[in-house]
């Protein structure tokens, strides 16, 4: 749980918080943001709990039930130290994500959650952190962000490395500015495919390595994006020095229930929606190179 230093755990939280696990709450849709062609947030309500208020560590996940269409596993992509609204940022691929498109302020929705593991902040603490994203894996990292901004003077260097497939497919474009010019922060971007305006990079995330400035025995590096990035990423943290155990990588999986009943989102020995999303790389690498293992 969040102590009054932030969130520090890597461990779900125990399913007592959750009354009745599988039902889920309905709640007000307060914000909708358009943040690229295919891909938008939606600021929620939280679920009113009577005794203790919704809090979530980064990197946990919630269900979100568009209603007569299906359920879907979507991050938080909030500050989770601000108790406020629940803010979630979703790219349209599918029946559940583009019915959760249409939805606008006002209307109603599902909710169950927080679910899952989150990233491993207390692990970090004192050294340097870098962190890698493609595409709609920047999410689930924005917490940690808020995290480390908050109480920046007690880590070390902190690196965001970002690729996305074209200059409009990168999410949260003000803050990204924002966030450089802070100057404590090195924030390093790339695309696939860009015009002669697009003054950064071009390539694989995995180049951006050459630019980082991190010092490899005291960095935890954490990771969210499609599986073949995180593959490539993984190595070029091994070329560099930095210890598998303080590797993290968030798996995406089919969910269903998201409290280990089912079966759905199993991965090797491990149920991703209770032992992770977020796991230590040198706990799954076995698997890790096995699709859908
Ligand atoms: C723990 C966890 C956290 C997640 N967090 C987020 C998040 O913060 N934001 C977010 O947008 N998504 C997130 N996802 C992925 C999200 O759950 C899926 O995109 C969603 O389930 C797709 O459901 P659908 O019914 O819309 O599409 P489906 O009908 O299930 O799929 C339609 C098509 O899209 C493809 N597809 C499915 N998922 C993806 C994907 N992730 N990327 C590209 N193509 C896909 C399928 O292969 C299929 O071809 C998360 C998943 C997990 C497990
Ligand atoms: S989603 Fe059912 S066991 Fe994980």
């Not at 909710?111 to 493609?134: H, K, M, N, T, Y």
């Not at 695309?191 to 490899?216: N, Y």
Request: proline share 7%; glycine share 10%.
């Amino acid at each position: 749980m969040a102590t009054n230093r932030g969130p520090f755990t890597t461990h779900h939280l125990p399913l007592t918080t959750h009354n009745a696990p599988m039902l889920p709450t309905v709640v007000q849709v307060q914000g909708f943001r358009s943040e690229t062609h295919d891909t938008f947030t939606l600021a929620l309500d939280p679920p009113a709990r009577p005794i203790t208020p919704y809090s979530f560590l980064p990197g946990q996940f919630n269900m979100l039930y568009r209603f007569g269409v299906g359920e879907v596993a979507i991050s938080l992509s909030g500050d989770p130290a601000e108790s406020g609204l629940l803010i979630h940022t979703i790219r349209a691929v599918g029946s559940v994500t583009r019915g959760l498109a249409r939805l606008r302020p006002g209307d109603a929705i599902g909710i169950r959650g927080p679910f899952g593991s989150s990233w491993p902040l207390e692990a970090a603490r004192g050294g340097d952190v870098v962190l890698v994203s493609g595409g709609i894996g920047l999410p689930p990292l924005r917490p940690v962000l808020y995290h480390l901004l908050r109480y920046r003077d007690e880590y070390g260097r902190v690196v965001l490395l970002y690729g996305a497939r074209t200059p409009a497919d990168l999410l949260y474009r003000e803050e990204l500015q924002a966030w450089r010019t802070r100057g404590d922060f090195q924030v390093l971007l790339t695309v696939d495919s860009a015009d002669t305006s697009w003054r950064e990079s071009i390539g694989l995330v995995t180049a951006l390595f050459t630019h980082a400035d991190f010092d490899p025995k005291r960095t935890v590096g954490m990771m969210c994006g499609p599986e073949i990035m995180m593959r490539f990423t993984v190595r070029e943290f091994e070329k560099r020095g930095v210890a598998a155990d303080r590797v993290y990588v968030s798996l995406e999986r089919n969910m269903q229930c998201a409290v280990g009943f089912c079966g759905h989102c199993q991965f090797g020995p491990n149920f991703v929606c209770m032992d992770g999303p977020v796991f230590c790389y040198d706990r799954i690498k076995t698997f890790f190179d096995v699709r859908e293992a």
